[in-house]
């Protein structure tokens, strides 16, 4: 009797054994894979953060080579380049405007929106007091970012126009000191720069919200890939996703730690951080609102004739479906 | 119908109620599943076809490739659910519904493609600037294609609403229907459980109760009484039983007065044997007392023989019991112990076995006469153990009786090895002592005679000098002074030897290098051993310093080497080897006499013809001599050992018959590093006196009178007192005037130093000299050594005692110059 009891353990914990390899090869197919990407250092981000200091890259069996940019737009503008990049972390602004150029990128998910991250920021001793003050005024931006749009966005809604303001094309990390130095009057830029330029300008400065307080503006920041990259490797891609939805999920439930790891990976203050954290909503996702955000800018990116082109790319060619739809299928709503 | 199988009967019915239940709950659950799964399909299509509105709603204001794809897309995914849906098993009423709706559809994929061709044709005319009627005309036609557009997809949204009603009321209705089944059912399993349990129970319980009711009355005696039980279960058995057993009972009973007769009968017998018993019962108590007091007795017999087991086992004398074979009956756990045999072995042996040869003879004999029937009182006998050791035992044998005749002897002794052993240890402790008493009266007797012995031989010495002084060196009375002078020499000492021996000299210790001794002592030695014995010296250059006795070590060596040339009388090699040594606590073990520190060891070896055990064991004894008579004093050997004891060493021999000899001399090393500086004297030629004035305290006549003598002779002017009073009367009269006190250290009425000691008060620059035959006294040696005064020891020599008063005389005037 207790052999045979014996016997069957024996049976069972092999068959434990080799189910439990079985589950282990699954996991990770193939050989750990290197994937080298740009990423902005910004709150936005905190997804990648988190992913890359609780280890969830490894744990997918990948190598992530991370290489720090100052906005996305240079991100981008580095993979299209033909710098060694194999994705970006990037807003929707510099993927609309480089969409009338080229096809050879996709965005894969949106990790993080937000409409409260960009945001203009005045000297109160250049006399600007409201939105309408603005006019004639120097405003610092980085030409094709979603500051740029934003501020598009914003004169709009308080009856002006991009030409009715002096554009001064100024890098992401550069805009909080032009500020100080008063070589602009304004800035519109994204966190932390406006925190930045706040610390700088201490009560000079002056936080303008677009007329009647409405949220004007929602900022997608994507996962974007070269498109060579993401046809040769779809289960990287997928395991990618996964370590950002641990991440999203460790941010869900963790939200002092999450803090804590950001602030110290961007060496900025804890404080600081936390105050601005629940202005983004971060999660996966493929939504139809984006796609409309998309044409929306390219048409005003048309308009204001930022842009050679006359029509409106055909967005659903730069989305990848796949790799997400695996992942978190109900975060894909886009139609189809 | 049994019981059991009426039982049964009713379990298979609730089993079959309940499956029933459960069928009917299982198809009504997959039948709800089914309207579930259609209502999801309608959803689906409720949400296609808003999104397909989204999307032509886009498409009309911005008329992007997007839209126009994803319409396309969203089109034919709601197309194959259409299809989908229609191949299911759909209810037939929805049927009509599904039709107008796939009708729609069709309508509405038209009308987009036109609006799509109507928006391309448009788009064409105003880039190639065509006529505006035309324009007009495809505006107008867009606008009646979007309201055809949104009038179909309005009336399919209608439609599936309705159809998604419908189905939500069948879902509720299907619901409702399960409830209602369920309840019911549940209802009527009760109830029917009731009444089939009540059956049950009363068809088993009625004839029980008839039963109860037939045995009370057959009970109260009423053989007569008929159960009535018609059934044909258990029941009607057991009814029938019990009437064919009433029946039996009605037969065999008999009338009560026989009954009450026959039960007097034995109250009468049961009184007779109610007397029996008690009369047994106090035959058993007398029994029980006698049992108890068989015990009792039992119990003192046992303890008495666990008292005597217990003695014999614990004690320490050896009991044994032996066959008159010489077999062992019986020993004690002593025995085993003591001879260290087990019992194994034990049965294999006779008690003649583990006697000691020796007493073997004996043994038998006493054995025999206890065999005999004697006792034999207080012997003294020697076993040997199994280890080989000798137990020497003391005890009384007697034979053991049965029926007047002799079957065994027991013998009970002591162990008195260690008791014997330490009598022996005893023994050789006095033997020691009594040599030490032995040593000490010579010692003493030496001290007493020297003395004078010293003074008389001061007396003769000097006096032979003088007479040689005035003899004619060639004449035959020259040789007699000469054999005097000889004679005297070696009077002198022995003397000097039986001091030395019994401790009593005084010894002048410096830090001393023994290397530098043997040195200085090697052309002595060489003259004394002769030319058939080579001396060989092995010395350690850097040896440790030593606090010694120069003469008296030179005396230790001196010794030794004449006994060693002594011992070689056919030649040979005598070897001296100096060696530091530090003994540590476990090798002290291993040298003979030894203790823990650092030592210098002295070795003189020989080739020469060696000692037995014996003439080792007394070559330290005073006057034990193995030369011929008169050759020896016998007190070299004794002189060494007081030497090296009054050292603070030891000396140990090595030597076997024919294989030469080893002395090992330790002597413990100073905790000087430096060799005391040794005064380097100056040859005297000239002895005379140059008229010094010498006082001479000497209290014997005949030394006092050679002395003077002597003195003038030299040309001093002596003065001589024989006391120390007569000496201070003269010392004050001449005003302390004198160059040199010369004093006998024991004078009738005080000691020399007291004497010189005023002296020096008055004089402190006057020269001293002291004389002794013995000092008795170390501390007045320490006094001498410590304020610096020269001593001589008598008998002196006489140009000694002239070449100290010169060199002392010399020294003063040195130092007055």
Redo the contacts between chains.
């Keep these: 009797m207790n052999r045979k009891i014996m016997s069957l353990m024996l049976v069972l914990l092999f068959g434990i054994l080799i189910s439990s390899c079985t589950q282990q090869e699954e996991k990770h197919p193939g050989s750990v894979k290197k994937i080298t990407f740009a990423v902005e250092t910004s709150f936005l981000t905190a997804p990648v953060w988190i992913a890359e200091n609780k280890g969830y890259f490894q744990e997918e069996g990948l190598n992530i080579k991370i290489k720090e940019f100052d906005s996305g737009k240079a991100a981008l503008a580095a993979m299209l380049g033909g710098e060694d990049l194999d994705m970006v972390t990037v807003a929707q602004t510099p993927v609309m405007f480089n969409s009338f150029n080229r096809k050879d990128y996709a965005i894969i998910a949106a990790m993080v929106c937000s409409d409260k991250d960009v945001k203009l920021l005045a000297r109160k001793d250049r006399g600007i007091e409201n939105s309408s003050d603005l006019r004639g005024k120097k405003i610092g931006v980085t030409k094709g970012s979603t500051g740029h749009f934003y501020l598009g966005l914003f004169l709009t809604h308080s009856d002006l126009k991009l030409s009715n303001v002096d554009i001064i094309d100024i890098g992401a990390s550069a805009l909080p000191q032009a500020l100080r130095d008063g070589r602009v009057d304004a800035i519109c830029a994204w966190e932390p720069h406006i925190l930045n330029a706040g610390k700088l300008l201490g009560e000079n400065a002056v936080f303008l919200p677009p007329k009647g307080g409405a949220n004007i503006f929602r900022e997608d920041f994507y996962f974007v890939v070269n498109k060579n990259f993401m046809e040769n490797n779809p289960e990287a891609l997928k395991r990618f996703l996964k370590a950002i939805q641990k991440g999203e999920e460790f941010i869900q439930k963790n939200k002092k730690k999450s803090i804590g790891i950001v602030s110290r990976r961007l060496k900025v203050d804890k404080e600081l951080v936390a105050s601005v954290w629940d202005d983004f909503d971060f999660q996966l996702l493929l939504d139809q609102a984006m796609l409309m955000t998309l044409e929306d800018e390219a048409r005003w990116a048309i308009e204001n004739k930022l842009t050679k082109a006359t029509e409106v790319p055909n967005y659903l060619d730069y989305v990848y479906l796949d790799a997400l739809e695996d992942v978190k299928a109900d975060a894909v709503t886009i139609i189809r | 119908m049994k019981i059991k199988t009426n039982l049964i009967l009713l379990a298979m019915t609730f089993i079959i109620l309940i499956v029933t239940l459960a069928f009917i709950m299982v198809r009504t659950s997959e039948y709800i599943n089914e309207k579930i799964r259609e209502s999801n399909a309608v959803n689906k299509i409720t949400k296609d076809v808003f999104?397909l509105n989204?999307?032509t709603y886009?498409y009309l204001e911005?008329h992007?490739?997007?839209m126009q794809?994803?319409w396309l897309?969203?089109y034919d995914?709601l197309g194959k659910l259409l299809k989908a849906i229609r191949k299911e098993k759909m209810h037939p009423e929805h049927l009509p519904v599904l039709e107008s709706i796939t009708s729609d559809y069709k309508i509405l994929g038209d009308s987009f493609l036109k609006l799509q061709a109507n928006y391309t044709e448009r788009k064409r005319l105003i880039e190639k600037k065509g006529s505006q009627s035309k324009i007009n005309t495809s505006l107008a036609l867009e606008k009646r294609l979007i309201t055809q557009s949104l009038f179909k997809s309005q009336k399919m949204l209608s439609e599936i609403f309705k159809l998604s009603a419908t189905i939500e009321q069948e879902i509720s209705r299907s619901q409702e229907k399960v409830n209602s089944i369920i309840l019911f059912s549940i209802i009527g399993i009760i109830i029917l459980s009731v009444c089939v349990s009540f059956l049950t129970i009363k068809a088993i319980t009625k004839p029980i109760n008839k039963l109860i009711k037939g045995t009370t009355i057959i009970g109260k005696g009423n053989l007569e009484h008929k159960i009535d039980v018609r059934t044909k279960n258990e029941m009607g058995q057991l009814a029938d039983s019990f009437n064919k057993m009433t029946k039996d009972l009605q037969e065999t009973t008999v009338s009560i007065d026989e009954l009450r007769a026959t039960e007097q009968q034995l109250r009468a017998s049961n009184q007779q044997l109610r007397a029996s018993e008690q009369q047994l019962r106090a035959s058993n108590q007398q029994l029980r007392a006698n049992e108890q007091q068989l015990k009792a007795t039992e119990q003192q017999l046992q303890e008495s023989e666990a008292r005597y087991r217990n003695l014999i086992e614990e004690t320490h004398e050896i009991i044994q019991s032996i066959a008159p074979d010489g077999s062992f009956i019986f020993v004690n756990p002593a025995w085993f112990k003591i001879f260290g045999y087990t019992e194994s072995e034990l049965k294999k042996m006779k008690v003649f076995d583990i006697i000691h040869p020796d007493s073997l003879g004996k043994c038998q004999e006493l054995f025999h006469k206890v065999m005999s029937g004697e006792t034999v009182d207080s012997f003294e006998t020697t076993f040997v153990a199994k280890n080989g050791k000798h137990i020497i035992v003391e005890g009384t044998a007697v034979p053991r009786l049965q029926v007047g005749k002799v079957i065994a002897t027991q013998g009970f002794f002591r162990d008195v090895t260690e008791r014997k052993e330490a009598e022996k240890e005893k023994g050789k402790i006095q033997n020691q002592l009594i040599q030490s008493q032995k040593m000490e009266a010579i010692g003493t007797l030496a001290a007493g005679v020297a003395h004078d012995f010293n003074n008389l031989l001061t007396t003769i010495q000097g006096n032979v000098y003088l007479a040689m002084l005035e003899t004619d060196k060639n004449s035959t009375v020259a040789k007699d002074i000469e054999e005097i002078k000889v004679a005297a020499g070696r009077a002198a000492s022995l003397t000097q030897q039986l001091l030395l021996f019994s401790k009593k000299q005084p010894m002048g210790f410096v830090s001393l290098n023994i290397n530098r001794t043997i040195e200085n002592l090697m052309k002595m030695l060489k003259r004394l051993i002769g030319e058939d014995i080579t001396i060989n010296t092995q010395l350690d250059p850097e040896l440790w310093i030593i606090d010694a006795d120069e003469v008296n070590i030179e005396q230790v060596i001196t010794n030794i080497t004449v006994n060693a040339r002594d011992a070689m009388p056919k030649g040979g090699t005598i070897t001296l080897k100096t060696e530091n040594i530090i003994i540590e606590e476990k090798q002290k073990d291993t040298i003979p006499n030894s203790r823990v520190g650092r030592f210098v060891r002295l070795s003189i070896e020989d080739t020469g013809v060696g000692m037995d055990k014996d003439t080792i064991s007394r070559i330290f004894e005073p006057f034990f001599s193995t030369k011929e008579s008169g050759k020896g004093t016998g007190l070299g050997m004794s002189v060494v050992y007081g030497i090296v004891e009054q050292h603070k060493g030891w000396i140990n021999v090595y030597s076997e018959p024919g294989q030469g000899s080893i002395f090992k001399i330790y002597l413990p090393a100073a905790t000087s590093k430096k060799e005391a500086k040794i005064e380097e004297k100056t040859q005297i030629s000239n002895m005379s006196g140059d008229n010094e004035r010498i006082l001479l305290v000497e209290d014997d006549e005949a030394i006092c009178k050679f002395a003077i003598r002597l003195l003038e002779n030299n040309n001093y002017t002596v003065f001589s007192a024989g006391n120390k009073k007569d000496a201070m009367k003269i010392f004050k009269k001449e005003n302390g005037n004198f160059d040199l006190i010369i004093s006998d250290m024991v004078l009738t009425d005080g000691t020399g130093i007291d004497l010189i000691e005023k002296m020096i008060s008055n004089n402190p620059k006057l020269k001293i000299l002291l004389t002794s035959g013995y000092l008795d006294e170390k501390s007045k040696w320490s006094i001498i050594k410590m304020k610096g005064y020269k001593f001589l020891q008598k008998p002196y020599e006489i140009h000694e005692l002239l070449e100290t008063i010169r060199r002392l005389l010399s020294e003063s005037k040195n130092s007055d110059s």
């Design positions: 999104e989204i999307i886009e911005y992007g490739k997007r794809k994803q897309m969203k995914s």
